[in-house]
């Protein structure tokens, strides 16, 4: 077994994390902590999201923490966008990337972006379309690719076929999602043999929600498959207000760490991201859901 010399690591905390509190933080908190994030040595920090204020409103101050942090040349800072009113908004602060979103599971994308799956791929295909003629990137998220809270079992080939249609729109990397953590190493890589079907490995990311503790276990999977991209959240902060059971991500420290331990290189400094865990931990009242974050935490600060 060969393992990639490096990862890259997409931190989803400002978005996934802070759109899941019952409390919405100060924006200069955000700010604060974006830019804490920022001197980690993180390649991708996903900043906000320009969804609807009324189905999101902990992130209704997207446009100005954009503007705000200190944006690094080597940093990409994608948003979340849902629509062509969230793009046009992400536009007008400056957004050099987006993420879109859509799933295989017809109720997941009722709930949660209030239309079909067909419709959210016509939304998605308007976005591309703007977003390519001023040249902002594009990530495509598939959620609830491993399980759905409403609908049980997801067919892999739905990803797969899902994925490729992403693709072939213009998205430059598959995220998959295992929104409500139902994943186990198996149903991980029988999902990554069937989804490589259509999309190459090197576009996919995983993006796995600890509900069961089985995460990391996830992940080294995902990564003997050859799995190159690994979304998380520092503290473990995460969850989707519209997707029942949906717990934290796995926290990036963690992730950190593992990698740290089989020498694959992430270019992240372990104490920073450390630091900037027990910030926002402080500001929403919690201890960092990150057993490393526990265990050298006092001893680093
Ligand atoms: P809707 O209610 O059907 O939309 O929501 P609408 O077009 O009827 O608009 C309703 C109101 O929202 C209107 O305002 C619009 O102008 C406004 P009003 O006229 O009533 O005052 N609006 C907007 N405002 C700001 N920005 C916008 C926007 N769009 C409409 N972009 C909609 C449809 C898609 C907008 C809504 O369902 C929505 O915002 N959904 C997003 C929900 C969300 O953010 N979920 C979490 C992110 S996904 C996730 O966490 C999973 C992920 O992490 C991967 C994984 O874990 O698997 C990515
Ligand atoms: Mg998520």
Redesign the pocket.
């Known amino acids: 077994m060969t393992f990639p010399h490096h990862i890259k690591i997409v931190e989803?905390s400002p978005?996934?994390g802070l759109?899941?509190e019952a409390q919405t933080l100060p924006t200069q908190v955000k700010i604060d902590f974006i830019n804490l994030l920022s001197d980690t040595g993180l390649p991708v920090i996903e900043t906000t999201?320009?969804?609807?204020?009324?189905?999101?409103p902990q992130?209704a101050d997207g446009g100005e923490v954009y503007q705000s942090i200190q944006k690094k040349p080597n940093v990409n800072y994608p948003v979340?966008?849902?629509?062509l009113?969230?793009?046009e908004?992400a536009i007008a602060v400056g957004v050099k990337e987006i993420?879109v979103?859509t799933?295989p599971s017809e109720q997941f994308s009722q709930k949660?972006?209030?239309?079909s799956v067909t419709e959210s791929l016509h939304?998605i295909a308007e976005v591309v379309d703007r977003a390519k003629k001023q040249r902002i990137r594009i990530r495509a998220?598939?959620?609830?690719?491993l399980g759905c809270p409403y609908e049980g079992k997801v067919m892999p080939e739905k990803v797969g076929e899902l994925g490729e249609i992403l693709l072939r729109m213009g998205c430059y990397e598959i995220?998959l999602?295992?929104?409500i953590g139902v994943g186990t190493p198996p149903k991980i890589k029988r999902l990554l043999e069937i989804v490589c079907r259509h999309v190459p490995l090197k576009y996919l990311a995983v993006?796995f929600?600890d509900t069961y503790g089985l995460a990391l276990v996830n992940i080294y999977s995902a990564l003997e498959f050859g799995i190159g991209i690994i979304d998380s959240s520092v503290a473990g902060l995460?969850?989707?207000?519209?997707?029942k059971g949906?717990s934290g991500?796995i926290a990036t420290e963690d992730v950190v760490h593992l990698l740290n331990g089989m020498g694959i290189d992430t270019g992240v400094d372990l104490k920073k991201l450390i630091a900037a865990g027990r910030f926002i931990s402080k500001h929403l009242g919690r201890t960092p859901q990150s057993k490393v974050n526990l265990a050298l935490g006092e001893a680093i600060s």
């Not at 999201?49 to 999101?56: A, C, D, E, L, Y």
């Not at 995460?238 to 997707?243: D, E, I, L, S, W």
């Open positions: 989803v978005r996934d759109q899941n999201s320009f969804v609807s204020p009324k189905w999101i992130l979340l966008v849902p629509n009113k969230g793009l908004a993420a979103f799933t949660n972006a209030n239309c939304r998220y598939l959620s609830c690719v995220v999602g295992d929104t993006h929600h995460g969850g989707c207000p519209y997707a949906a991500n």
